[in-house]
């Protein structure tokens, strides 16, 4: 399967399978002539990462999840690891964001939204007091 073919089959552009090639988290054969030449394994590898990124995880978060996912000694509590401090960062992103959204709303909320100059908005954007 070419490129073009494992793109299609995996949903994943073809710079991001060179990418991922360029950086090691895959090594399809290459022909003669240059061409990548994908195995099934190598889709398999693809679709892993495809789904570990929809998940978020870093590079190197999935670069360490497929080599344990590779080894058969594995430890599941070293992928549990991994899991756990993804999720503790997303839910420290999702605090973040909840207080943003709290501290906008308090802004929107005090702004009178008239005809008039002044602005909560703009003035808590401004760091100023009110």
């Known amino acids: 399967m070419n490129i073009k073919e494992a793109s299609e089959a995996t949903g994943l552009p073809a710079k991001t399978i060179r990418y991922y090639e360029d950086i090691g988290l895959i090594a399809p054969r290459r022909l003669a002539n240059g061409y990548r030449r ?72 005090a702004c009178p939204g008239d005809q008039g100059p002044h602005c909560a908005i703009l003035s808590g954007i401004s760091g100023e007091r009110s």
């Open 38 to 109: 994908f195995a099934p394994a190598d889709l398999d590898r693809l679709e892993f990462l495809a789904r570990s990124r929809a998940l978020g995880f870093s590079i190197e978060d999935c670069r360490a999840l497929l080599s344990l996912r590779a080894d058969p000694h594995r430890a599941s509590a070293d992928v549990k690891r991994i899991a756990q401090h993804h999720l503790d960062g997303i839910d420290d992103r999702i605090a973040a964001l909840e207080a943003m959204r709290g501290a906008l709303a308090d802004m929107i909320a």
